[in-house]
């Protein structure tokens, strides 16, 4: 027999969990000492293992309590519902953390000026990706793996990221107007690395820059929403980059 005090170390389960499990009929002690503290055996012990396992992946301690309790649970049936719930939670959850790295990415383009507005409205439409991609015959643009490298707000990967710190870079800075060697070399860190991610692809991205430098368009094609004055900016710093490399 286990005095509670004993059966608390050797699960690591509190005291105060076992009186709530036995108040629910979920696990009861065998017996009490004169005291009045409860005692368990190896019998409840496992019973425990076998709670605290089913609560890891998932289940609730009503819906554990009858699976203990029934000779007749079909476990095949309840696991299949409980897999397909972790499944659609993870959906979920994917959602949300693609939902933080929007706003983190956001505040990095527009610091201060960030506002939550744009990306709940990112959020209630389509991704760019997709409604890029499903207008890929009035783009003329036929190459679909160059849009898995369009930078995306809610990514993680170290390309978008790069592209998301040049832009905020880039507003940071403008105050030192578009000729400021700060601002060149942010431009042609961007012009290098156009290079490397869209070879031989400029036809398109001349597209994605018109679409991207008006409102409208942008906003049909849910691009995040960079204000027309940071663009002018980065057009005129673009062309005095082009005409210094002559």
């Known amino acids: 027999m286990f005095h509670i005090t004993e059966f608390k170390k050797l699960s690591g389960v509190s005291v105060r969990t076992f009186r709530y499990y036995d108040k629910i009929g979920l696990l009861k002690p065998v017996s009490k000492t004169e005291g009045g503290h409860r005692l368990y055996s190896n019998t409840e012990l496992k019973k425990l293992q076998q709670i605290q396992?089913?609560?890891?992946?998932g289940f609730q301690l009503s819906e554990i309590k009858i699976m203990l309790e029934s000779e007749e649970w079909d476990w095949s049936n309840s696991l299949m519902k409980q897999l397909s719930y972790v499944i659609n939670e993870k959906e979920r959850l994917s959602k949300i953390e693609i939902s933080l790295r929007e706003l983190i990415n956001g505040i990095a383009i527009d610091g201060e000026e960030f506002k939550i507005k744009k990306i709940m409205d990112l959020y209630n439409n389509k991704s760019s990706k997709?409604?890029?991609?499903?207008?890929q015959d009035k783009l003329n643009f036929k190459n679909?793996?160059?849009?898995e490298?369009?930078?995306k707000m809610g990514s993680s990967d170290p390309d978008s990221l790069e592209w998301i710190a040049l832009v905020g870079q880039l507003k940071k800075y403008m105050h030192y107007g578009y000729s400021n060697t700060r601002i060149q070399n942010i431009i042609e860190r961007m012009d290098v690395k156009k290079s490397e991610d869209y070879n031989d692809e400029e036809a398109f991205l001349?597209?994605?820059?018109?679409?991207r430098?008006?409102?409208?368009?942008?906003?049909?094609y849910n691009l995040y929403p960079i204000d027309q004055e940071t663009l002018n900016f980065m057009e005129k710093a673009y062309i005095y980059y082009l005409g210094n490399q002559s």
């Open 149 to 151: 490298k369009i930078p």
């Open 213 to 220: 430098m008006s409102p409208e368009e942008s906003k049909k």
């Open 130 to 135: 997709e409604v890029l991609n499903n207008n």
């Open 53 to 57: 396992f089913l609560k890891t992946i």
């Open 144 to 147: 679909t793996e160059v849009l």
């Open 206 to 211: 001349d597209k994605l820059w018109d679409i």
